[in-house]
């Protein structure tokens, strides 16, 4: 039940809430593309491992992205 309500809920609002409760840290690992059609690739960390990657053509659009994969990843005994 409390998987089906956390993957119901926005990726904004999973990365500011279950992802903040989680040791994690997002950082973005690419930037490429000229200015105006630029993209980036974000990696969240559990610890020292990437546990989830997400692409986008701004950084919070892939950080929603990491966060949707990375919660997909995540046991789900330990989500708040």
């Known amino acids: ?12 609002a999973l ?11 997002c950082e973005v690992v690419e930037e490429r593309g000229p200015a105006h059609e630029r993209e980036f690739r974000v990696a969240v960390r559990l610890r020292d491992d990437v546990l989830a990657v997400g692409e986008g053509r701004s950084k919070q659009a892939a950080e929603k992205a990491a966060a949707e994969a990375a919660l997909q990843q995540l046991p789900e005994e330990i989500l708040p």
């Open 15 to 25: 990365h500011r809430g279950a992802l903040q409760r989680i040791p994690t840290a």
């Open 1 to 12: 039940m409390l998987w089906t309500r956390v993957r119901a809920a926005t990726a904004h």
